[in-house]
């Protein structure tokens, strides 16, 4: 099964956002990313529609952030892209007639609430701007790349 990248895609593409002077092109953001300008497109416009971000038309348009990054965590991010359940595992038979199916079941589901929730809350601690700062730190102790 393939993993679902938004995220972590649109994660990267804010904190270069966030460094950058001026907007970004869906292009630029396509060449980035490795992928096609419309997806770009089609993806942000949740970032858009969230407040996260902002798009100006014409020359010397593009994306650009819209929210203070203290605000937004990557939970928020991760809504605003239409982020799948975070967990693909659960069981067949909603419903099952089987006792061993059920007690199964009901085992899977807890364990997969908690974890869930778990996530969730860490997701929902960790902000933008924290992330902009650990990027910041990072450049600073070595000479990486900013891509």
């Known amino acids: 099964m393939r993993n679902d990248s938004r995220l972590s895609r ?10 950058h002077d001026g907007p970004m092109t869906s292009e630029a953001i396509a060449r980035m990313l490795g992928t096609n300008p419309v997806v770009v497109r089609r993806t942000m416009a949740g970032l858009r529609d969230a407040g996260y971000v902002r798009s100006e038309k014409g020359h010397g348009g593009g994306w650009a952030i819209a929210a203070d990054l203290e605000q937004v965590s990557l939970l928020d991010v991760h809504r605003a892209v239409g982020g799948p359940r975070l967990f693909a595992i659960g069981s067949e038979h909603a419903n099952p007639d089987c006792a061993v199916e059920k007690v199964v079941n009901e085992a899977l589901e ?14 929902g601690a960790v902000s933008l701007a924290e992330l902009a700062r650990s990027f910041d730190a990072r450049c600073r102790s070595a000479s990486w790349p900013a891509d």
Not at 10 to 19: D, F
Not at 113 to 121: D, F, G, M, P, S
């Open 10 to 19: 649109m994660l990267h593409v804010l904190l270069h956002m966030a460094r």
């Open 110 to 123: 807890d364990a997969l609430r908690e974890a869930e929730a778990q996530l969730i809350a860490r997701l």
